[in-house]
């Protein structure tokens, strides 16, 4: 059997990420002093910056590995949005498929920071679920995609910020069982056992606690609890694999036919933020390539932990990783 080379397995794969998009803004200064008006740093501004969050961070990820990503979301008719696309047409990322609300705020993410200590965060956004046009215009977009390109995989990026109902996930997971494509799912709490019928759940041990009322310790995590969980999952949702992810202590992954941790390397983590968006879109990308499991967690284990040492919302570089993966 010919040897799969991932440098190249994945330049053919299209990719379809349906999900919530976040515009990431840094306000970044130091601080060497603090305020006569209240117990509070000044921070003296040195530098700003924009980047994609959320489902636009696996789009760019999967954009990095050389496959091709069909971002469909939702942003708003404000200034966030239209700062959200520009940012997309300068990362040559498409912007075709997104769909566009009147009186929505885009989510964006400000977060101050000094010499990378992250101070402060100020959210503006809507949460409240998506209405049904939105949800037809969704769908349209999404039939579009299916009927003009061959689509490999396809990836729901749950950050509850109202996109995903219920309903829109019953109805694309309807269309890729038809279509035949695979699907994976990062969930957040409200839609947790919504995906009935996914091919990959991929939850972090918090998601884990909270969509199943679990207690699992995050510094201590014990294997028979992990396993309890995901017993429990499959039972729900009759997925194939899930994938609990561990922040420092790895992965936890069980299939229909074997289980298991996968270990992490130490690292200096500068921030955690995005690294759930890199691990589901490197998983994504195995499980459309048709890679062997135990190589996609691993190269989607040390993509996470890559990306944990830099500050913000960053894409992974597929050389580090490549160089990672065959000197490991």
Known sequence: ???????????????????????????????????????????????????LGGAANVALNIKAMGA?????????????????????????LKTAYLVKEQGRTTTCKTRILA???????????????????IQQKIMDQIHLILQDEKIDVIV???????????????QVLDLAKKHQIKTLADPKKTNFLAYSGVDWFKP?????????????????????QLSEAASMLQKHLRNDYTLI????????YAGREDSGLVATQERQVADVCGAGDTVISIVALGVAAALDVKKVL??????????CEKVGVVPIDKQALLDEYFNT
Do not use: W
Not at 115 to 133: F, G, V
Not at 156 to 170: C, V
């Open 298 to 307: 691993t190269l989607a284990n040390i993509a996470g932990g890559q990306v």
């Open 68 to 92: 091709t990503p069909y971002l469909v979301s939702l942003v708003g008719d404000d200034l966030y949005g239209k700062q959200f696309v520009d940012l997309l047409t300068e990362l040559s």
């Open 115 to 133: 010499r990378n200590q992250h101070l402060l965060r100020y959210d503006h956004e809507t949460t409240k679920p998506i209405s049904a046009a």
């Open 156 to 170: 729901f990026q749950d950050y509850n910020k109202g996109l995903l109902t219920n309903e829109l996930i019953r």
């Open 204 to 224: 972090n041990l918090r998601e884990i606690n909270e969509g199943l009322n679990f207690s699992i310790s995050e510094k201590a995590p014990q294997l028979a």
């Open 245 to 252: 992810t561990l922040g420092a202590k790895g992965m936890y």
């Open 1 to 51: 059997m010919k040897e799969i080379s991932l440098e190249t397995c994945f330049d053919d794969l299209n990719v379809l990420i349906i999900g919530d998009v976040i515009l990431d803004h840094y306000l970044i200064g130091k601080v060497d002093r603090i305020s006569p008006e209240a117990p509070v740093p000044v921070v003296l501004h040195e530098e700003e910056d924009y980047r």
